[in-house]
């Protein structure tokens, strides 16, 4: 299995972010004209840098394979109110997908909201990824609202991800 180092994203990687997003996205089960419509909202601007956390799986080549997307969470969506991250999504190029990249990202992404002092990660998930969160133990939680994703997850940042039968360990960046 590949080595992938996880790093936070700067400005320059933009470009490479927004192409892993676009990639992932085109691999859905959906219709085209819903692909061609969301897309324009999945894509990252330099602006969100100054209050989100782009995180990206980068192989020992230089090649990034795909993407997390962070930021605190509105204390309204979380369990008992708690202090949380919210995980905007996880990106993978759809020919590193199956090889232990998304669950290396979810796992760094724990980590940051373990490290920054937030008492979990909260996901709130498309149904075609709930089976991705639930091989990795997060707890199932209830919608906030009827609007709200129905399919919403949490990790307490005191528990530890559950490896799946595929999982390695990753390689962090110092910065992670």
């Known amino acids: 299995m590949p080595i992938f180092r996880i790093r936070i994203a700067g400005r320059l990687d933009l470009p490479a972010v ?7 996205l085109r691999s859905w089960t959906t219709t085209e004209r819903v692909k061609r419509l969301a ?9 969100d840098l100054d209050h989100m956390w782009l995180l990206v799986a980068e192989s020992q080549e230089g090649n990034l394979a795909g993407v997390a ?3 605190e969470a509105d204390k309204q969506d979380l369990p008992q109110q708690d202090n949380g991250v919210l995980l905007h999504g996880i990106y993978v190029k759809p020919q590193f997908m199956g090889r232990g990249v998304g669950g290396k990202l979810l796992e760094a ?7 920054l002092g937030y008492g979990g ?8 990824s709930t089976g991705f969160f639930e ?9 906030t609202s009827p609007s709200d994703y129905p399919h919403r997850y949490w990790l307490p940042t005191a528990s530890t991800i559950r490896n799946h039968p595929d999982h390695q360990p990753c390689s962090r960046a110092a910065s992670i």
């Open 18 to 24: 927004n192409a892993i997003i676009e990639q992932s």
């Open 39 to 47: 897309l324009p909202i999945y894509r990252y601007q330099q602006e």
């Open 69 to 71: 997307a962070l930021e």
């Open 109 to 115: 992404s724990a980590g940051i909201a373990r490290s």
């Open 121 to 128: 990660l909260l996901v709130k998930a498309v149904r075609q």
């Open 135 to 143: 091989r990795y133990g997060l707890q199932a939680i209830r919608a």
